[in-house]
């Protein structure tokens, strides 16, 4: 074995010293290119007088990782064009729906982006524990004291640090209905709780079609929708207060106010008079994948479905017009105190590996109304943004519009997916897999909640 | 492995090299007649009953792959099953249009970019190992050395090693020898993981060529280099092939490998992340994998009808003494 491992280290030296030689000449073309590509494509000229803050870049390169692609991806690298633009600066981008999984891997290889969008608050802490992430510079903290709200300066902090700056947000406390059918069925968007179960049991007895349509099946995520709607219960029957704790594990899971929340909830989604909307009986909610879920609103064969702003894209992929007076529209996910309006959402926080002088200019930019609003502008629907300098005007989709008007609500009370700031253990698998049991198996509220206690790392 | 090997020495001559498909024209009395036999021996109605019933089962969810990727309206994909497209009064709703959207590309750039970044990726990626694992198959079998056989168990024992387990000690390494983000991780990385595979398989086949043929070269003067040129070389052919039919489809079909040292950018990206992303980034559009999944395949399927031959010939190979 031990001459296996010296001569297969020779054969590897040699060949690795015949690739770092190519590799150079490789990369000395490609730089070429890129910094042609870029110059060549800037058709518009952007004001540039709000970037003069950060300076000449030109022939520095910053590289980003978001979990952002395709479409989405393409949006992102659109809005940093007016950055490009003004400081000659270079980015990098690269967008992996693998990011979860493999982030902490290139931190530890040392072959990390010098600017990382983390998806949950949890990950980011995750890697502020390995000692990588920087501090965020002043005129990045000084752009979050200024535009977000202490809540989302919270969740990219890490032990009272701010680490990351927010970047986009949705909103997950929406019901999505159809004005029209609503309208021929004489029914009103409810205001309180009651209101929104007295409107069920009405679709009930009118008994054209069953009220709420739902579905939590996502492959290996299985799940993760039916705790938003558990997330959502506990805001709303305990309350943001009980919620942080319940989240931050002060009071158990099986607490019997998080209990009384599952058991709300199961006035809705566990009544076969209630569910599943054209699909079938409650145990269907398990094998209903989400992206299908909520379509059959535009057959008619379903009211209700409650699911986050970025569902609109869905929506809108089915040829349906989402808007106020369109074919399908959302209303905020009501609660019975009308003093609090908790909203449940999620969001990205923009963490840096590097401290040169451009990674510290793209990270501010990154958390200024500039580029929020460049991002409003390029992007045709399902992104939106806590940051209170956007102008609502800028996003073109009116559900992003009615999603930043909750955000920017000075009375609302914004809380971060709980599943995603409980440990991955919890988080993302024993509430999953309880939650799917509890629909797929038909198990009891307490015995949920047990199991998913037990499952918390003690 | 004593499964792949066995075959060679249990004496099924007939289907060997020399005699498989080309046993009419090997002149040889007799041999059409052992052929005959064992495949008498080898068949069975029952078996090719089993085995046909076995294949079409085994096709039926790849076509109806292939038949949801022609269906044009989204909504029947989500609400209907394939079968139903067969149905004569649907097949109106055949259209060509996921195919167009997946190669026009309505994201940040269409599948025929990503092609070409598979095919780059592929090539070396396949050639390295074979060149390197011929050289050290050849040593291997044909040179005596002291502890050659405890290093060719180590080498095969490295089979074993899970590639999850080498990955963030590789990229490591790769970052410190600044060779990240270009194609040499995804070509050195590939090789490295198929190479104690590669030098088994390419061993096994070599031992089992005659040392007579061998020695009688030496006798006429040729030094190894001619021996490997003139002799060894031109009987690997159906193994060489074959080991490069096995190692294309696992690098072709890698997701894991290029996007943990690659990294999902449009210049180093295979085609699978590119059909990985195509559904967005919350699987809004996932009926156009079936069409991307068509696409992708098209190469593998032409390389191993390219090369089946040699594949089952490869497979039985070793048997040149028959």
Redesign the interface.
């Known amino acids: 074995?031990k001459?296996?491992i010296g001569?297969?280290a020779i054969?590897?030296g040699l060949?690795?010293a015949l690739?770092?030689s190519?590799?150079?000449c490789?990369?000395n073309d490609?730089d070429k290119d890129n910094t042609g590509a870029s110059k060549g494509g800037g058709d518009t000229k952007a004001d540039c007088a709000a970037y003069e803050q950060y300076g000449d870049l030109s022939g520095k390169s910053i590289s980003v990782y978001t979990?952002?692609?395709?479409?989405?991806?393409?949006s992102y690298?659109e809005s940093f064009k007016p950055f490009e633009e003004c400081t000659g600066a270079e980015i990098?981008?690269?967008?992996?729906?693998?990011l979860t999984a493999?982030v902490l891997?290139?931190i530890?290889?040392?072959?990390v982006a010098d600017i990382v969008a983390f998806p949950q608050p949890g990950l980011l802490q995750q890697a502020v524990a390995t000692g990588k992430v920087l501090e965020a510079p002043g005129a990045v903290a000084t752009n979050v004291d200024q535009y977000w709200t202490a809540s989302w300066r919270d969740y990219g902090s890490v032990d009272g640090k701010l680490y990351a700056a927010p970047l986009g947000a949705s909103v997950k406390s929406l019901v999505w209905y159809s004005p029209d059918a609503f309208a021929q069925a004489g029914y009103s968007v409810p205001e309180t709780w009651d209101d929104l179960l007295a409107l069920t049991s009405q679709i009930v007895e009118d008994g054209v079609a069953k009220p709420w349509c739902a579905g939590i099946a996502?492959g290996d995520a299985t799940g993760w929708v039916a705790t938003d709607w558990v997330e959502d219960m506990v805001l709303r029957s305990a309350g943001p207060e009980v919620y942080d704790q319940w989240v931050s594990h002060v009071i158990p899971f099986n607490d019997a106010k998080i209990v009384g929340s599952l058991t709300e909830m199961s006035k809705i989604l566990r009544d076969d008079k209630n569910v599943n909307a054209g699909i079938g009986d409650i145990k269907s909610i398990a094998a209903t994948s989400w992206?299908?879920a909520g379509?059959p609103i535009l057959d008619g064969q379903c009211f209700l479905h409650r699911q986050a702003s970025?569902y609109g894209?869905?929506f809108a992929?089915?040829g349906a017009s989402v808007a106020e007076g369109g074919d399908v529209w959302a209303f905020y996910l009501p609660s019975n105190d009308p003093s609090r309006k908790p909203i449940l959402g999620g969001g990205d926080f923009v963490a840096a590996f590097a401290d040169r002088p451009e990674v510290v200019a793209f990270q501010t930019f990154l958390s200024s109304p500039e580029w929020a609003n460049a991002k409003a502008k390029v992007t045709e629907g399902?992104w939106t943004t806590a940051n209170n300098g956007l102008e609502k005007g800028n996003l073109k989709s009116p559900v992003d519009q009615l999603a930043f008007g909750l955000l920017s609500d000075p009375s609302a009370e914004f809380r971060f997916d709980g599943s995603d700031l409980m440990p991955a253990s919890v988080g993302s698998d024993a509430f999953w897999k309880q939650m799917t049991a509890y629909f797929a198996e038909g198990k009891s509220e307490q015995a949920v909640a047990d199991a998913i206690e037990a499952a918390w790392p003690k | 492995m004593s499964g792949l090997a066995a075959p060679a020495e249990s004496g099924i001559r007939g289907t060997g090299p020399g005699n498989g498909g080309r046993g009419a024209r090997s002149g040889r009395p007799g041999g059409g007649d052992r052929a005959a036999a064992a495949k008498r021996r080898l068949t069975s109605p029952w078996a090719s009953a089993i085995a046909v019933a076995i294949g079409l089962v085994w096709s039926v969810p790849t076509f109806g792959l292939l038949v949801t990727s022609f269906r044009g309206s989204v909504k029947d994909i989500r609400t209907t099953g394939w079968w139903e497209a067969l149905n004569p009064s649907n097949w109106g709703g055949f259209s060509l249009d996921h195919y167009r959207t997946v190669l026009s590309g309505s994201g940040t750039a269409n599948l025929a970019d990503y092609f070409i970044n598979s095919i780059v990726m592929t090539l070396p990626a396949v050639i390295i190992p074979i060149f390197l694992a011929l050289l050290a198959a050849y040593a291997f079998a044909w040179l005596d050395f002291k502890g050659s056989n405890i290093l060719f168990v180590g080498i095969f024992a490295l089979q074993v090693v899970p590639i999850q387990v080498a990955m963030v000690p590789l990229l490591t390494q790769y970052v410190n020898l600044g060779l990240n983000a270009s194609f040499w991780v995804l070509w050195l990385s590939h090789a490295m993981f198929g190479l104690p595979l590669a030098i088994f398989l390419l061993h096994n086949f070599m031992k089992d060529i005659p040392r007579s043929l061998v020695e009688a070269a030496r006798v006429d003067g040729a030094g190894h280099v001619t021996i490997f040129f003139r002799i060894i070389l031109p009987l690997m052919v159906p193994a060489i092939a074959s080991f490069a039919i096995f190692q294309f489809l696992w690098v072709w079909n890698d997701l894991l490998v290029a996007l943990a040292f690659g990294g999902n950018t449009p210049d180093l990206a295979p085609i699978t992340a590119r059909l990985a992303d195509m559904a967005g980034s919350l699987g809004a559009k996932w009926h156009l994998l079936s069409a991307g999944a068509f696409v992708s395949m098209i190469v593998p399927v032409a390389v191993f009808l390219g090369l089946q031959r040699y594949f089952v010939r490869g497979l039985l190979a070793g048997s040149v003494k028959g």
Do not use: H, P, W
């Open positions: 074995m001459r296996s001569s297969s054969a590897i060949g690795l690739a770092v190519m590799a150079a490789g990369n490609k979990t952002f692609v395709d479409v989405e991806g393409a690298e990098k981008y690269e967008g992996s729906k693998s493999d891997g290139r530890e290889a040392g072959a996502d992206t299908d379509t970025f894209g869905n992929d089915e399902g």
